[in-house]
């Protein structure tokens, strides 16, 4: 099944395959940019995924050879902080950034090309990000006299800490795809020849294994510290109860291929 929302200037192209929604960023004329309506468009899309019993994992890339340039300079203001009638701002990209981490199902973002601005804090809004060798990444609101959004730099701090973090925004500089792994803006680098295949097989690999197994550690890893003591709690309870322990002993043993059967509920 393809889905295709169109817009004025950018859209987000949908395609649902053997439980694999794959979502591109579209918007060539701009190195596929981030207008407010795609933010809005994201915001939107990723509940319906979640919620979609077809859909077993979401995979973000951009649309061509480039995954982001980052938010539409033209439409900056109104992607970061769009008026209200308040009087009151609301930044479209951290919206966005927050359905897709919000997301209860595994989520890869593949990054080819240039990944540049809001582009990586909506890539690394996804579980992981794997990247082409030939990609480039840059954090760069220092060139241009804004701030990162608070979202994305609480995030780049977790993941690359606090002196590589300053150093990545305050720098404003471009990295290479080696670079950006080694400070830990990626998860993983992938030669250019094999960049396709290597990720088909790595989709082909999260699908085959335990839903249960992966909704669960993703949600333990992401919960909040108030409620880390509940959240394993339940898991470590729900786990004798679930299929997929069952399934996964018993293909083990008899030396096959688990196919595991739980399935979230609503």
């Known amino acids: 099944m393809t889905t295709v929302s169109d817009v004025r200037a950018g859209r987000m192209a949908v395609s649902i395959t053997d439980g694999v929604a794959t979502v591109e960023i579209s918007n060539l004329a701009q190195r596929n940019a981030l207008t407010r309506y795609m933010c809005l468009e994201i915001q939107e899309l990723m509940p319906r995924l979640d919620a979609d019993p077809d859909v077993a994992l979401v995979v973000l890339r951009g649309t061509g050879d480039t995954f982001c340039a980052g938010a539409s300079i033209s439409e900056l203001s109104s992607v970061l902080v769009d008026p209200q009638p308040d009087g009151t701002t609301v930044d479209h990209l951290s919206g966005a950034d927050s359905a897709i981490a919000s997301l209860s199902k595994p989520s890869v973002a593949l990054v080819d090309g240039a990944c540049m601005g809001g582009g990586w804090q909506i890539a690394s809004a996804c579980d992981f990000i794997i990247a082409n060798e030939r990609a480039v990444i840059g954090l760069t609101p220092a060139k241009i006299g804004i701030i990162y959004p608070r979202p994305g730099i609480e995030r780049l701090v977790r993941l690359v800490g606090h002196a590589n973090a300053k150093y990545i925004l ?29 990720c088909a097989a790595l989709v082909s690999t999260l699908r085959s294994r335990s839903r ?10 992401d919960a909040a510290p108030s409620d880390v003591d509940r959240e394993w709690a339940e898991a470590w309870s729900a786990m004798p109860d679930s299929p997929d322990m069952g399934i996964g002993i018993s293909a083990f043993l008899n030396r096959q291929q688990p196919r595991f059967t739980w399935r979230p509920v609503d």
């Open 170 to 198: 305050l720098s404003g500089l471009t990295f290479s795809a080696t670079e950006a792994r080694t400070l830990g803006l990626v998860a993983d680098v992938v030669p250019s020849e094999s960049f396709e295949d290597k």
């Open 212 to 221: 249960f197994s992966m909704h669960a550690m993703k949600r333990l890893m």
